[in-house]
């Protein structure tokens, strides 16, 4: 156009690399949607793992008579809670 050109009589000429460059793009995109929906079922899995130990813990705390049992079964929980990944959703 700033040769003196008409934008009707421009067209691009696509390269090689071009190609390639929109194969590797997808490529990508595959791969990053992939990843994504692999991190959502770690973090559903997480979070019902999660909901299981509250579950658990509840019934701890209604259910046991023996205090040093409940406090022996409460730490084994609490390190079943920390060794669980997150399940937050990230925005």
Same mark, same amino acid.
């Given at each position: 156009?700033?040769?003196?050109?008409?934008?009707?009589?421009?067209?691009?000429?696509?390269?090689?690399?071009?190609? #390639?460059?929109?194969?590797?793009?997808?490529?990508?995109?595959? #791969?990053?949607?992939?990843?994504?929906?692999?991190?959502?079922?770690? #973090?559903?899995?997480?979070?019902?793992?999660?909901?299981?130990?509250?579950?658990?813990?509840?019934?701890?705390?209604?259910?046991?008579?023996?205090?040093?049992?409940?406090?022996?079964?409460?730490?084994?929980?609490?390190?079943?809670? #920390?060794?669980?990944?997150?399940?937050?959703?990230?925005?």
């Amino acid at each position: 156009m700033e040769e003196g050109g008409v934008k009707e009589d421009f067209k691009y000429n696509y390269t090689q690399s071009d190609d #390639r460059f929109q194969a590797a793009l997808k490529k990508y995109n595959k #791969r990053k949607a992939e990843y994504a929906e692999q991190q959502e079922k770690l #973090r559903e899995n997480n979070f019902s793992v999660k909901q299981e130990i509250l579950v658990a813990m509840k019934n701890l705390i209604q259910n046991e008579e023996n205090m040093q049992r409940a406090f022996d079964q409460f730490h084994e929980l609490q390190a079943k809670w #920390r060794a669980t990944g997150i399940f937050l959703q990230v925005s």
